[in-house]
């Protein structure tokens, strides 16, 4: 058909795992795995269901049309009534959804699609965490010029700044992992959130309707319930979902912002990999494609969450669908966006170069400037006065600033001019010393790498099998 | 595919004239008849193209195979090459995009969308416009109870708030029209804005290659154009665009929200289609399903919104792809949330229903409590003691609010009350002629409707294909 | 001045207590505060500090002179430097912030700010829930209707309506709780985060550099510290802060949206201060004008969190101020956004009025239509025929709404027409007795109001002072 | 007091003119005007309005205290009766605000407030442009590195890159225009919009309630109107402000980034005002600050575009306050940031400094791998075979960047490796002879300076005085 449009974020950048909690195939599965599990709970629990029902419902449930579905819905328009109709036309039964209103599926299943996704998103935030981990370990004493402002301000390690952003997103990953042990399931409520269906269809027994819905949240796999809740659940819930995914995107945004910097300095690369055109034509061109998608990524995320907060704290009475059609949009396409984002971090973690000498030349040019407190304090030492030393510091930094600015030379020279100045009483290999001794000082910077990599290392043993998740290929 | 995810704002609201628009399909189109102008252009301006090659390309244009494209990209990495592979491997030719770099093509073709679909909202926001102004005008004389914080507090017609929110309505798309008359087309600029590749082209003739340009603009339907642009055009005109929608969208969000309102009073409903579930099991539940789409399409778009606005203002140098991701998610789902938002809108007016008698009924609740000056004012005309008088008139209208509040009473008898306190003097009949005046009397009500009507018969007259518009049928 | 404009949120609706903790005077006395404590944990570790200096600066630290800082600000162009100066000059000594950058200062007290600020909201939330648990409790029992798509719907109680928007707050303040035990503070990490000018101020010795740090950390009562971190603190910690806040105040949001629904239908009003303006003249004006204000709120904190997601992800390096206007903003008036919306919340939930007449009335007018399934169900255990009752019940059904809103009928009068049916076999009486028995049938919502008021329970044991907290005067 | 909390935008970064116009005091003075042209407006079309009394109103108009008001506030629990009374009994009489609701003057007062705010921040945007219009006349021909994913792409002029975001500017400016243009107050329309109040008070003459009305909008100097209205004026047109304002915003920001990136490449400084610290002491750190004031003055009005949005298109009936709050933030400072933005942009913009050595040396590092395709044709043309030619120029190109990427070389010395080649025929002179000429062709960029500082030509000679407007001086 000449307008079909695919999802864009499904179909170019979420993997296989993901598209599948989301797709509507997947969804119809799901609803019919929950249906038969409630089916198979009112059974136990009393309700009389006819020997090899469930089975017949069990042996079509992958018998998915969603073409048929939808012909369905074009009738009805109602959209569960239209899925109730297939299942029931295909195992020839009608005893699903029973007691129960469109909303004790959807909310339950729509849950689980986002608890699972946020479990999905949970592996590969610990993978890159992994990769984070290994990269700031390697760097760790590569020493570089850290720069507040976008301008050189004191020396680090290159292995402390890779640890700076893994820190960043690390903290998200301690916000995911509260939102995944807290997050609470709907459970089945009925039209109003009474339990009042259940509690009908038990001929009054609320207790049998509660154990009922206990038996569903075993079936979801979600610990924590709602209790007193209306139609939906509340709406801030997705907020708080897509804020954290906000979150833990967050130390990758930061981190692919600044290595689109240092790729303009040349200082380190994304990498590539084989085949992407343009890398041998112009082999100066670094582009920071993956990362400038990363922070792409983000911004849309954060449109999302605009999204989900425009839907929190709007619920009028018992609640209403004008949520619906932003969840069917923002729930699906935040996490697809999300996948993407962590796709493309793990591939720019493992492709990634750091070009050594180019951070070494870079760092000699601002080190002396860096460094002219140390040498106005050994000039001191070595018994020039205090003000004079001073002055002349100040004038030849100055001066060099100024020259380097206007052409005059190219490289920064104050060393030499230093060494050539009677005031100062420093020969060159004195000034050399403290340059040396300057560029290997980053303070705590290798301490804070072992820390995070020792922390790093705590999450993924209790995630062994999320460490070794290795990203699809990319586009 | 199990894992297959199509664009659900596409799929389930928008209409085949707005998905064609933004398909994968349509797009390739409208790229390869972009590059077949380039191509007449630069023949015609002098560049050698061999007999042939043009009709060759003509002839396969509409041979488009999104999945061998794909394939393509998979192995280039770089989506643009991979489309030119396709269209020169089908044509048998390697003429197109000469002198051209990927976003001299995608640019121009992304805002032609862009501008093809502002046209098409325009149309069906001129046919909604169409549908206020009718229901106002059938509507325009009968008196209703205006609501202010939710509460009774003047009287109004119903006509009057129809047109409220039709002005509103039209405030959207008078900036909608301003936006297409001078919305501005990037052009072939080359890789960093200067148009140096096509001068190289030209052999230095930049006089040719503004020449082509011009004949680009031309063959795009757009007259305004940038000149002293980098790569990409600035993404602050995506701004522009998303907040001119989410502006045209807004009148009808405020009307959706007050037909929800009036829905739960019985006062009206927004009509039903014909084989909707739960109309006649439930004759009372006048759920507002479409209104309540508006308004979340309403909140899609403004985080389609906050999308646009994250990358306007964040252009470093003559541009990247930070924005690519983005913007390939934000502008169609933006006009498809926007089409099925009119689609929902213009479907909504054509099936709504006012229930006049309800009406009245709420008019006759409240009235009384709404005219207690005019009362107070005829009372002394009468010959009450002003002050006995306004004392009578408080003392009973608190009674009667309390009276109802404590279900003393079930109706508003103020009026009853009233004529039997001797401090008034006035009679039944009196006062009865006082609510008959004050019903009838809701000030400019009327002609602001006749206004308003005017307003869209000129819009109409100058798009009278606008008007004449017919949603087609919703879920 | 003519021209002065104070801060709005600060002037009309915050409290003195949280004013405090943003205002000016209050920041530059947390900053000499911890100016102090540096200090003397730097004496305390060995840096030489001569006699009688810390208690110099003790002695002046609480006076502040706003206006002398800002000149001060106007000629160094720099606000820490011009805060040292003032500080310095009132005590006659040079002794603080050694070894400390801007940022050691700033970003710590900036933090303490914030987490102070987050208690705070904690108290008044804990009061809020109390609250809600105290109004849920006394209507635990008042059976009403419950409206989904703003539409009868089903019976439910006052009170689980109630405790249902408590329950999403309960969610918030849960998130919360969370945040405020994992909130961590920068520390004293220097220009870049490496710690180096405090380890050279100790003389290469790392140890008390982070000894230091530990102190410093104790002195803000913050647990929790960054480690690898930047010349600030990961801006999306904000970005947390800001989405708790507007995920606690959802509850909130969605309760005020319902309540302004119910006083539209006179069921229930948030009360009034005395000396309000219009109640007595217009006695059925119940404005919601603080519920309103409660929703404004919500819309103002959701604008904070766009800028503050605005920073997330975006930190170049290791940092800069392009977030400093920013959180100039941001943070304050997000917390006096809060604080406004918490003081107005406590304050409805103390005057709300529920109608309980009204309330019933509107029960009795809609639950005829609720039970028909049971009128059908007692239909045919009386012996009708389920067809001929099912057939009965839908024509008296669909007539009755048809006449209410054509004003043939002003009350739901189904009952007296099932009743005159012979095709149902059902009197006047078993019909009534249908009625209180579906009226009285609420399902599990008096059960889930005691669930409800018992988690608040466990909350309030913890946080006893924060249930007794009482509002101050709204405007 | 020592929690008074000032407006951090009004005082750190707004003007005098700005200020002026939303103070307390400023606000209550535009009132007390438009309720004496009310006034007046009323007297001359009949209503009896006794001598003296316009009189003693305007001698008493200027009479502001602000704290008196405040404490007639919490009483009367109603802003608007607070100022009413306030300035009655000032004056001793009680003839304002007759047939008038709050409404009337608050919706009035305000639309005027953002009106003369839209014409200050028009004057100061064609003041910067004015000055990107200078800058990039002096830099027309400075030939520079163009950068595409932050990496050199091909060559343009320094003048061309600040046109480019000039030119950005100039189409929000142009949206800024229009928006002046069409902008409509809200007029005289009374409770619910429907002029009865002034109708009734000019006994049923809704004429003269019309002449009235145009009267009032010649005193407020806005020339176009809205008609059926309700209460409020749609809430959207707030958002059609801030969205300009944003997208005014936009090139601004668009060329603080960019700046910021060139400082760190050192290509250019922001400049700096006398007395600034840090500049001496550390001579090489070009810190940009203004203009990551300007990116955090944008991420400030995209927040507030949040909250403008979150009102759009949420109107319940004929309006309510549950705006009001939000509106008393967003207005006023969104338009305080964006003086604070305008004036940050002037003084860049008058003090920025470009280092053309730098951006030489930087040029002369790319322009070998920019022009290999010259390299090419010319080698060609001189003898050299296609094939072997094209192998020669890729191995060097791949061998320099990756020396340079190692170490080996520090500059790009890709020239001497191809003049030393024989495969390629071509001498030192020949190449030098390309570079030369490749970095003089920047293609149309000087054409495209010139185009745009004709057009900010046009635009200053309508406004003559805005371009003379010099900023104030900054923190």
Redesign the interface.
């Known amino acids: 058909m ?12 979420a993997t ?1 795992a993901m ?2 909690l ?5 969804k119809v599965k799901l609803e019919r795995d929950y249906w038969i599990a409630v089916l198979k709970g009112q059974r136990d629990l009393g309700i009389p269901v006819p020997d090899g029902v469930i089975e017949s419902y069990e042996k079509v449930k992958d018998q998915v049309n969603l073409a048929s579905i939808m012909e369905r ?7 569960v ?1 239209a899925r109730i109709e297939e299942f029931c036309d295909l195992a020839g039964h009608e005893h699903i959804h029973k007691g129960m209103t469109s909303r004790d599926l959807t909310e339950n299943v729509e849950q689980l699609q986002v608890f699972r996704a946020l479990l999905e998103v949970r592996k590969k935030s610990i993978a890159a965490l992994s990769g984070f981990a290994k990269r700031a370990a390697q760097c760790r004493d590569i020493p570089m010029t ?11 390690t290159v292995g ?2 890779i ?6 997103m690390l ?2 990953v ?2 995911l992992n ?1 939102l995944i042990a ?1 997050y ?1 399931a709907r459970g089945l409520k ?7 269906d259940q ?1 009908t269809l038990f001929n009054g027994d ?1 207790a049998k ?2 154990a009922l819905e206990e038996r569903i949240l075993h079936h979801l796999g979600i610990h924590a319930s ?6 939906v659940y ?4 997705d ?2 979902v897509v ?1 954290t995914l ?2 833990v ?6 981190f692919a ?2 290595l ?2 240092m ?4 200082l380190a690369s994304e990498g590539f ?1 084989k ?4 890398s ?10 993956s990362c ?2 990363i ?6 995320l ?6 989900a ?18 969840r ?3 729930l ?2 935040a996490f ?2 999300m996948d ?1 984002l962590l796709e493309t971090l793990l591939t720019v973690l493992n492709q990634m170069e750091v ?4 951070v ?2 870079e760092l000699m040019r ?1 080190l002396p ?1 860096l460094l ?1 407190t140390t040498v106005l304090m050994e000039a001191v030492k070595a018994g020039a006065g205090r003000e004079a030393a001073h002055e002349a510091i ?1 004038e030849h ?2 001066a ?3 020259d ?5 030379v ?1 490289h920064n020279d104050l060393l030499a001019r230093l060494a050539a100045d009677e005031r100062l009483a420093l020969k060159a290999d004195a000034l050399d010393a403290i340059m040396a001794q300057g560029k290997a ?5 290798p ?3 072992d ?2 990599v020792f922390r790093v290392c705590e999450l993924v043993a209790k995630h062994p099998e999320a460490a070794a998740y290795e990203p699809g ?1 990319i ?1």
């Not at 640890?163 to 960043?168: K, N, T």
């Not at 041998?280 to 494609?289: E, G, Q, T, V, Y």
């Open positions: 000449t307008d079909a449009i695919s999802n864009v974020l499904a179909e170019r950048y296989p598209r599948a989301w797709s509507g195939e997947g819905e074009r009738v009805t328009r109602h959209d009534k850290a720069r507040t402002h976008n301008v050189a301000a004191q020396v680090t402390k700044r640890a700076m952003f893994g820190e960043e903290l998200g301690e916000a509260a807290s609470p009925g039209a109003v959130g009474t339990r009042l509690i609320s309707a509660r709602l209790d007193a809740v209306g139609q509340p709406r801030s819930l907020m708080q804020s906000t979150h995107a967050s130390g990758a945004g930061s912002k600044t689109r910097l790729a303009g300095h040349e990999a085949g992407q055109v343009g041998s034509a112009m082999p100066h061109k670094m582009n920071s494609r400038e998608r922070n792409g990524f983000h911004v849309i954060k449109g999302y969450l605009a999204m907060a425009g839907l929190a704290g709007d619920q009028w009475n018992e609640g209403d669908v004008s949520c619906s059609v932003v069917r949009v923002m699906p396409d697809l966006a993407g070009f050594e000498a180019v070494e030349q601002y400037f002219t100040k930094a100055v060099v600033a100024r380097m600015r206007t052409g005059k190219s000082n980053s303070g705590d910077a301490q804070q790498v820390h995070f290929s586009l």
